[in-house]
């Protein structure tokens, strides 16, 4: 039988294949993936593009609530005495430091009712 011999100018050879193989391979492979990428920005650039423009039309919906809700509690704050309700009477009166039966008797409730707020507003004071 005869023995395989290789020299060292044949394994270099091979080597210098594979590595020539190898490289054209990765070569292929990241111009190949960079089109991937290249293709799948543009679709990120659209839908992003469309994203904002849903974003500042909605920005701009609700700054219009905004101020027309802004300019209804403005309404509301300058509401006239007679139009807030004697819960709220109540409320400032027991703030004040009036008494429930004072409370009671300016404001149109039931005992208890002022009772209740001024507790309420004692506990809180606290």
């Known amino acids: 039988m005869e023995a395989l011999v290789v020299t060292w100018r044949e394994l270099l050879v091979v080597a210098i294949t594979v590595l020539a193989i190898y490289a054209v391979e990765v070569l292929l ?8 990428v290249s293709l799948w920005a543009r679709t990120q650039a659209s839908s992003e593009g469309q994203a904002f423009n849903a974003l500042s039309l909605e920005i701009a919906e609700l700054r219009g609530q905004v101020t027309r809700l802004q300019g209804e509690l403005d309404r509301l704050k300058s509401a006239t005495p007679s139009a807030i309700s004697p819960y709220n009477q109540a409320i400032q009166m027991a703030r004040q430091g009036l008494s429930a039966s004072e409370v009671s008797s300016r404001c149109g409730i039931s005992r208890g009712e002022a009772e209740l707020i001024v507790a309420l507003y004692r506990k809180l004071r606290i």
Do not use: D, P, T
Not at 29 to 36: P, T
């Open 29 to 36: 492979l990241l111009r190949w993936s960079g089109r991937r």
